[in-house]
């Protein structure tokens, strides 16, 4: 994941939209026996209301990389003593590092696995965090090809900004839903996958721009100097105003997400 801050207040501008694939997942997901959760990747902690409310007695742990994130997350659930978080790479996790010592009923993850290139080959290691009868419950964007993101793989190959930006650190393209199926289908597991194309309706100023600002285009932004900058965002959100245009309702922004869940035998 990247290293540099995140802005918990830009991420949570479109928090609605940001938060129903989580609240599909979870009812797709079935488990409402759980009593410890696992949420991956929790961000600014705008999933919590929805974990609580599906499982309101459960002990639930948020983990992310980001510290600023956290930091927002503990300031919104303060009030609730069975929901604590822990600073940490998802690629170093054990049971250990959690403070637990027994796997978790489930472990959850909403828009976080698509930030580590090799989050494919790490599956089945986050398996090993799910106890019997548990489930992995995983979505991640599948968007890549739509025009927000070939616009901003194109404007960011351009020679004046491209010397800023470490390759390395752009959102690679995530699987198909059936590779997701194979990655995690294991003897004594139960595997199911879907996809689902949310269709947005965005408000205000450059809603496109506003929204990818704080996801995919946050390391470009972050690596250009601030003429670069400046110039990489009059361009880009020119360009997504084209390819999104203003309508009488609001900018439609349409979203491909992928689901899987990998469900443990009991």
Not at 54 to 71: C, K, N, R, T
Not at 107 to 122: C, E, G, I, K, M
Request: proline content about 9%; charged content about 20%.
């Amino acid at each position: 994941m990247p290293s540099s801050p995140w802005n918990p207040g830009a991420y949570l501008t479109y928090a609605s939209e940001r938060t129903q694939p989580f609240i599909d997942l979870l009812q797709r997901t079935q488990r409402p026996e759980a009593v410890t959760i696992i949420d991956l990747g929790c961000g600014p902690g705008n999933g919590m209301p929805i974990l609580r409310a599906m499982y309101p007695h459960a002990q639930i742990i948020g983990v992310d990389s980001s510290a600023e994130m956290l930091e927002r997350a503990a300031a919104s659930t303060e009030a609730d003593a069975g929901i604590r978080y822990v600073h940490a790479d998802i690629r170093d996790l054990s049971l250990g590092a959690l403070g637990l010592e027994q796997p978790a009923d489930l472990v959850v993850s909403n828009a976080a696995l698509q930030w580590l290139p090799d989050h494919r080959a790490l599956l089945p290691r986050l398996m090993e965090l799910v106890a019997p009868g548990g489930a992995l419950s995983v979505q991640v964007p599948g968007n890549f090809n739509a025009p927000s993101h070939q616009l901003l793989a194109e404007y960011a190959a351009k020679p004046e900004f491209a010397r800023h930006i470490d390759p390395d650190s752009l959102l690679q393209p995530t699987a198909e839903p059936t590779d997701y199926m194979h990655d995690v289908a294991q003897p004594g597991w139960t595997v199911d996958a879907w996809e689902t194309r949310y269709h947005h309706v965005l408000q205000g100023e450059d809603p496109v721009f506003q929204w990818i600002s704080s996801t995919a285009a946050r390391p470009v932004l972050q690596a250009l100097p601030d003429a670069e900058r400046e110039q990489f965002i009059a361009d880009y959100a020119a360009a997504l105003r084209e390819a999104y245009p203003q309508s009488r309702i609001g900018t439609i922004l349409p979203f491909r997400r992928l689901f899987f869940i990998a469900r443990r035998q009991g």
